[in-house]
């Protein structure tokens, strides 16, 4: 079965930039989403295939997605932005998601 | 406002049944393509199920084919996961969540989420 593979741990300063990668097979080959959740939260869609922004997300999010690999990029990273962040993909009739991050701001 | 609500979690004994539902507002339900994703206490987001908005097409994730059924009545504006033969491993939260495009399926809007313990 598809597997995504994301690190389980990313620390960045605040104003600086932070990437946050999602590894599968072929991945580029697919569209790729990611998600943000915060603690007692439902998950936010900030990315849609690939690199497309979701009204209400701000500029700072953005996505890429090549090879095997792709790419959640948050510039100017902001204390609000600490959350979980999750990549999803489509393959073979089942929605796969990574394990997720967590993105840590200090 | 586009909104949905689940409904219908709660403690059930292992090898019992529960049936969630999600209630949709504010958007054309019949239109939309929905799926179930789950999240275990301190885990990540797991995919359940999904139902084509016509439920021509149905998929279950591994874990829980043969044992959930997904459903939806578009005259109600409401989308239904029949869980039975629960295993402790199905403890979690689970979400209803619409389908934005249909070719990379992202997932654009999300329920509060309804918590299924399953302990004896």
């Known amino acids: 079965s598809y597997e995504l593979t994301q690190p389980p741990s990313v620390s960045v300063s605040p104003g600086q930039t932070a990437s946050i990668t999602c590894s599968g097979d072929k991945l580029g080959d697919k569209y790729a989403c990611w998600y943000q959740q915060k603690p007692g939260q439902s998950p936010v869609l900030v990315i849609y295939?690939?690199?497309k922004r979701p009204s209400g997300i701000p500029e700072r999010f953005s996505g890429s997605n090549s090879g095997n690999t792709a790419t959640l990029t948050i510039s100017g990273t902001q204390a609000m932005d600490e959350a979980d962040y999750y990549c999803?993909?489509?393959?073979?009739?089942?929605?796969?998601f990574g394990g997720g991050t967590q993105l840590t701001v200090l | 406002e586009v909104q949905l609500v689940e409904s219908g979690g709660g403690l059930v004994k292992p090898g019992g049944s529960l049936r969630l539902s999600c209630a949709a507002s504010?958007?054309?339900?019949?239109?939309?393509?929905m799926n179930w994703v789950r999240q275990a206490p301190g885990k990540g987001l797991e995919w359940v199920s999904f139902i084509r908005s016509s439920s021509s097409y149905k998929y279950y994730a591994d874990s829980v084919k043969g044992r959930f059924t997904v459903s939806r009545d578009n005259a109600q504006n409401s989308l239904y996961l029949q869980m039975n033969s629960l295993r402790a491993e199905d403890t979690a939260v689970y979400y209803c969540?619409?389908?934005?495009?249909?070719?990379?399926?992202?997932?654009?809007?999300w329920g509060q989420g309804t918590t299924v313990t399953v302990s004896s």
């Open positions: 504010g958007f054309i339900f019949s239109t939309y393509s």
């Open positions: 969540a619409r389908e934005w495009h249909r070719d990379s399926s992202d997932l654009d809007v």
């Open positions: 999803q993909a489509w393959d073979s009739s089942t929605v796969i």
């Open positions: 295939q690939n690199s």
